[in-house]
């Protein structure tokens, strides 16, 4: 008896330390559009509940498209062999817009690739350039545009998909519209990369598309301030 009561000891403590040991593990991959939220992300992920179970990775040459992604050896090894649970995918910010048909081509073949592995797939829907596309004038003179076709084209990505949807773009867009001040300040100078501000807003959506719950009580404030903050909970009420 002694000796059967000695197993079952060990087979719980066994289970309790796998158990204490499970990790969610999430991958992102993009450019400079994630490369410069991945401060924001690590420090608000650590300072929430699940911060001691999570492994966080960040795959981000700039100015890189998911097509790159998609023929870059390093980076569907990566997918393949990382036993994630998460991989997060963000295109070059202009080409879900400008090339909506190149985007969902490549997002689809990454996406499958995900699945194989086991993983989820997550769009990172990314914002508009604060004054319009400058390089393309004509096609996008306005944030507003600009903001309408990418959400479009992520919306439909994830939908084909049939993967989560992290709502980035449509979150700072009503920030831009409930506070015109700290929308401007969503921004860097260029217009275009995110500000601390901005990092932190992507932040948010990010833990509360994975652990589907609000990161309102985590302990990071990302240099905004109270008001500020609750501008950008309500808006991520709305958009998940």
């Given at each position: 008896?002694?000796?059967?009561?000695?197993?079952?000891?060990?087979?719980?403590?066994?289970?309790?330390?796998?158990?204490?040991?499970?990790?969610?593990?999430?991958?992102?991959?993009?450019?400079?559009?994630?490369?410069?939220v991945r401060g924001a992300v690590t420090k608000l992920f650590a300072?929430?509940?699940?911060?001691?179970?999570?492994?966080?990775?960040?795959?981000?040459?700039?100015?890189?498209?998911?097509?790159?992604?998609?023929?870059?050896?390093?980076?569907?090894?990566?997918?393949?062999?990382?036993?994630?649970?998460?991989?997060?995918?963000?295109?070059?910010?202009?080409?879900?817009?400008?090339?909506?048909?190149?985007?969902?081509?490549?997002?689809?073949?990454?996406?499958?690739?995900?699945?194989?592995?086991?993983?989820?797939?997550?769009?990172?829907?990314?914002?508009?350039?604060?004054?319009?596309?400058?390089?393309?004038?004509?096609?996008?003179?306005?944030?507003?545009?600009?903001?309408?076709?990418?959400?479009?084209?992520?919306?439909?990505?994830?939908?084909?998909?049939?993967?989560?949807?992290?709502?980035?773009?449509?979150?700072?867009?009503?920030?831009?519209?409930?506070?015109?001040?700290?929308?401007?300040?969503?921004?860097?100078?260029?217009?275009?990369?995110?500000?601390?501000?901005?990092?932190?807003?992507?932040?948010?959506?990010?833990?509360?598309?994975?652990?589907?719950?609000?990161?309102?009580?985590?302990?990071?404030?990302?240099g905004l301030s109270e008001d500020e903050r609750r501008v950008v909970s309500e808006a991520l009420k709305k958009t998940l």
């Open positions: 008896m002694k000796k059967y009561l000695l197993i079952i000891f060990h087979l719980c403590l066994l289970s309790n330390v796998a158990v204490a040991e499970e990790k969610t593990r999430i991958l992102f991959v993009g450019n400079s559009y994630t490369g410069q300072a929430s509940p699940e911060g001691k179970s999570t492994e966080l990775e960040f795959v981000t040459p700039g100015g890189k498209t998911l097509a790159f992604h998609l023929a870059n050896e390093a980076t569907t090894k990566k997918i393949k062999e990382g036993n994630w649970d998460f991989v997060v995918l963000q295109d070059q910010s202009q080409t879900p817009a400008v090339f909506p048909k190149k985007f969902e081509e490549a997002a689809v073949k990454l996406d499958k690739l995900i699945d194989a592995s086991g993983a989820k797939t997550v769009f990172y829907q990314t914002w508009g350039r604060r004054d319009g596309d400058k390089a393309n004038p004509k096609l996008f003179p306005t944030y507003e545009s600009m903001q309408k076709k990418l959400s479009k084209s992520y919306l439909s990505a994830a939908k084909r998909c049939k993967a989560r949807l992290a709502p980035v773009g449509d979150t700072w867009s009503l920030v831009r519209k409930e506070n015109p001040k700290l929308g401007r300040e969503l921004y860097r100078k260029d217009g275009s990369h995110p500000s601390a501000k901005g990092a932190y807003l992507a932040a948010c959506v990010f833990y509360a598309t994975i652990f589907e719950k609000s990161p309102g009580k985590v302990g990071f404030a990302g």
